[in-house]
């Protein structure tokens, strides 16, 4: 069992690797490297974490952690894809929100080695499971008229575009935009709910039938 102790410095050293490894990237990262910005050594660290790569996977696991039990109940609901469409939304925001790095992490790591981020995903199937529900509901739901008929990579990649990118400019919409202001981004975050369930209701909603 974890003793409060050693849970603060695993907090603290997965805090630590999240800013090295969008700075440098996972493989240019060293375990000294993010040892370092703790302010460990790099023996005490491995106290906490052997290799890099489960360091990588603790990260990986702590948002999804965040999202996954709260988008499984969503999911377990007998409701519309449309009427489920503001909780998920709800709870990715949350999520993002407290780990504003971790899309910046995500997207360096799809580009440097999308092999690597689908092993780690798919050491947990739980991670996927619920995607494929979310595609099946979608799916049953073009095929009874309730969504309009779109390829599904479409709607995807709306919704997670939508989510996500503002978090990856945030430097630059600080820099010009909000005279640096961090609270100014979190009303952004705030205010984004409603655009993105509006641009994806009027991408999936069914024309009215006059």
């Known amino acids: 069992m974890k003793t409060e102790e050693t849970s603060s410095m695993e907090g ?3 805090e630590a690797a999240k800013r090295i490894f969008v700075r ?21 660290m491995h106290y906490y974490f052997r290799t890099k790569d489960m360091m990588f996977e603790a990260i990986f696991a702590q948002l999804i952690d965040m999202v996954l039990p709260n988008i499984e109940l969503i999911m ?9 469409l503001p909780k998920v939304i709800d709870q990715y925001l949350a999520a993002l929100r407290n780990n504003q790095m ?6 360096n790591e799809m580009n440097r080695d999308m092999l690597h981020l689908f092993q780690v995903i798919a050491k947990d199937p739980k991670r996927v499971e619920v995607l494929m529900r979310f595609k099946q509901q979608t799916q049953d739901e073009m095929d009874r008229g309730l969504i309009k008929p779109r390829p599904l990579e479409d709607i995807i990649s709306a ?3 939508l989510i996500v990118f503002p978090l990856l400019i945030r430097n630059v919409l600080l820099a010009i935009f909000m005279e640096g202001k961090t609270e100014a981004f979190d009303e952004l975050l705030n205010r984004r709910k409603q655009l993105i369930y509006d641009a994806m209701y009027h991408l ?3 024309e009215e039938k006059k």
Do not use: C, Q, W
């Open 12 to 14: 603290r050293i997965i």
């Open 24 to 44: 440098k990237g996972y493989e240019a990262t060293t375990m000294s490297d993010i040892a370092a910005e703790v302010g460990i050594s790099r023996t005490a």
């Open 76 to 84: 377990n609901e007998h409701t519309t894809i449309l009427e489920k």
């Open 102 to 107: 971790f899309p910046l992490f995500v997207v």
């Open 159 to 161: 919704f997670i575009g």
């Open 204 to 206: 999936m909603a069914p």
